[in-house]
């Protein structure tokens, strides 16, 4: 049976959440550039930008908005990008649901291609990966490295069928979504591989991969030795929160899912 039986794919609603923290300087810049994206090809949307305790002038910018297809959410305190993007997705009623990361390193022109491979698959998700052949990527060499070396790792523990797991976009079927949210917990850098992982013992498998163009210091670079301790030190916290998905995910029962219209 097809699980989209609407003729096109701009009938449905789409939902787009966008966890910031600290992006005061540029985050109204990238709501219009994420909304001019959306328009060109929706009519019914909404964006969900989710404000992680940031302490610049973020929230002050946010608060100037007065567009009802832009909800705003202020979470007082930082809990990190996984729960950053719980709070908008447990708020989204759209048909389909996508994330994509606030700080634009990440152009939203993706999204079209994104909708258009879960259309034309039937895919429960589709997941921007740096490791697509049409990908294109400027990210230093140890972090590809390092990145090879952990999702290698991932297709060892999880058996989940894909190349990438960390890219910040992804879009969902609302199903999956809803029968996900109860067992999301990571806040920190593992929240990618759970949602995957989860969506995946649930019996959720048929995703997809899609290219992306990305530049990890399209804004400003950091001193190498600088970028690679950082990298090492999100490394660490993502391998802890690996290895705590793996143990969990062996207490969900695999398959077993609800049904949602």
């Known amino acids: 049976?097809?699980?989209?039986?609407?003729?096109?794919?701009?009938?449905?609603?789409?939902?787009?959440?966008?966890?910031?923290?600290?992006?005061?300087?540029?985050?109204?810049?990238?709501?219009?550039?994420?909304?001019?994206?959306?328009?060109?090809?929706?009519?019914n949307?909404?964006?969900?930008?989710?404000?992680?305790?940031?302490?610049?002038?973020?929230?002050e910018v946010l608060a100037t908005i007065r567009d009802h297809k832009i909800k705003v959410i202020i979470l007082e305190k930082n809990q990190g990008k996984g729960g950053a993007v719980r709070k908008g997705l447990e708020t989204s009623v759209g048909d389909?649901?996508?994330?994509?990361?606030?700080?634009?390193?990440?152009?939203?022109?993706e999204i079209n291609i994104f909708l258009g491979?879960?259309?034309?698959?039937?895919?429960?998700?589709?997941?921007?990966?740096?490791?697509?052949?049409?990908?294109t990527v400027f990210y230093p060499s140890y972090r590809r490295f390092l990145s090879f070396i952990?999702?290698?790792?991932?297709r060892l523990l999880f058996h989940i069928n894909v190349t990438d797991t960390q890219v910040g976009i992804k879009i969902f079927r609302k199903e999956v979504i809803k029968n996900v949210l109860p067992y999301l917990e990571i806040n920190s850098?593992?929240?990618?591989?759970?949602?995957?992982?989860?969506?995946?013992?649930?019996?959720?498998?048929?995703?997809?991969?899609?290219?992306?163009?990305?530049?990890?210091?399209?804004?400003?670079?950091?001193p190498i030795r600088k970028d690679l301790l950082h990298t090492l030190y999100v490394g660490a916290f993502l391998l802890m929160d690996t290895l705590k998905l793996w143990i969990k995910l062996k207490k969900i029962p695999a398959g077993k899912k609800n049904e949602f219209i």
Do not use: C, W
């Open 1 to 43: 049976m097809n699980r989209y039986p609407l003729k096109y794919i701009s009938d449905f609603t789409l939902g787009v959440v966008v966890p910031v923290f600290n992006e005061g300087e540029y985050i109204h810049e990238n709501i219009v550039i994420i909304q001019n994206e959306i328009e060109k090809y929706f009519t």
């Open 45 to 59: 949307y909404e964006i969900i930008v989710v404000s992680d305790g940031s302490t610049d002038k973020t929230n």
């Open 96 to 109: 389909f649901i996508l994330f994509i990361d606030g700080g634009l390193e990440l152009h939203p022109r």
């Open 117 to 135: 491979l879960m259309y034309l698959y039937e895919a429960d998700i589709v997941i921007g990966s740096k490791r697509h052949p049409q990908s």
């Open 150 to 154: 952990y999702q290698g790792l991932v």
């Open 189 to 222: 850098y593992g929240f990618d591989l759970e949602i995957l992982g989860i969506a995946s013992r649930l019996g959720y498998r048929k995703i997809l991969e899609a290219p992306v163009r990305l530049d990890y210091f399209l804004r400003g670079k950091r």
